[in-house]
Antibody, heavy 121, light 112 residues
Framework: EVQVVESGGELVQPGGSLRLSCKAS????????MDWFRQAPGRGLEWVAR??????????QHAAAVNGRFTISRDDSKNELYLQMTSLKIEDTAVYFC????????????WGKGTLVTVSS | ENVMTQSPLSLSVTPGEPASISCRSS???????????LNWYLQRPGQSPQLLIY???TRASGVPDRFSGSGSGTDFTLKISRVEAVDVGVYYC?????????FGQGTKVELK
């Protein structure tokens, strides 16, 4: 069974840092692109970052709102995806979702339950 | 960025009746491979989004055939042939061609 499980979300002060993790299981993690999305309380969905595979030199891209502050990475040996978050702002408060790309044509098919990041003083 | 616009933003449907949601993108999501990179998701209350449709009209694994997607280029439609109680939630379209990935505002579907 395909599973992606996020962890690491917590309450952090503005300007602080946090690292989110996502543990994948039930599929060949190294053969899939992976994304992070987020959803602020009561709001819609927002794409955060994407990382490709080893064969793509782990190319990665980030949304403009987080570029320079957040960094997506992966460890294929551990089947884990990460999101390093620095200089956190109040507007980064959201549930963060780890998402698998099914590789059949933009099919972002498996979403974790999410981990809540709250940025507040 | 490719702006996605959904309509209506809310829908109240009698169980067993059909429902339809429209999604329009500001830029075409039809790629040179002939495929439309447009997904539909359902987010039930308190849950993470579930993929319903990808490539504009392909049902994801396990999705009932009462859900269908159609359209090409910039105009797309999600149809539910007979709404059931489990279909309640917020429906989002998302374009998967360009980065940043972008979503419509969401359409809240509830039962009458």
């Amino acid at each position: 069974e395909v599973q992606v499980v996020e962890s690491g979300g917590e309450l952090v002060q503005p300007g602080g840092s946090l690292r989110l993790s996502c543990k994948a299981s039930g599929f060949s993690f190294s053969n899939h692109y992976m994304d992070w999305f987020r959803q602020a309380p009561g709001r819609g969905l927002e794409w955060v970052a994407r990382i490709l595979m080893k064969t793509d030199n782990y190319d990665r891209q980030h949304a403009a709102a987080v570029n320079g502050r957040f960094t997506i990475s992966r460890d294929d040996s551990k089947n884990e995806l990460y999101l390093q978050m620095t200089s956190l702002k109040i507007e980064d408060t959201a549930v963060y979702f780890c998402v698998r790309d099914g590789m059949a044509g933009g099919d972002l098919d498996y979403w974790g339950k999410g981990t809540l990041v709250t940025v507040s003083s | 960025e490719n702006v996605m616009t959904q309509s209506p933003l809310s829908l109240s449907v009698t169980p067993g009746e059909p429902a339809s949601i429209s999604c329009r993108s500001s830029q075409s999501v039809l790629y040179s491979d002939g495929r439309n990179y447009l997904n539909w998701y359902l987010q039930r209350p308190g849950q993470s989004p579930q993929l319903l449709i990808y490539l504009g009209s392909t049902r994801a694994s396990g999705v009932p055939d009462r859900f269908s997607g159609s359209g090409s280029g910039t105009d797309f439609t999600l149809k539910i042939s007979r709404v059931e109680a489990v279909d309640v939630g917020v429906y989002y379209c998302m374009q998967a061609l360009h980065l940043p990935r972008t979503f419509g505002q969401g359409t809240k579907v509830e039962l009458k």
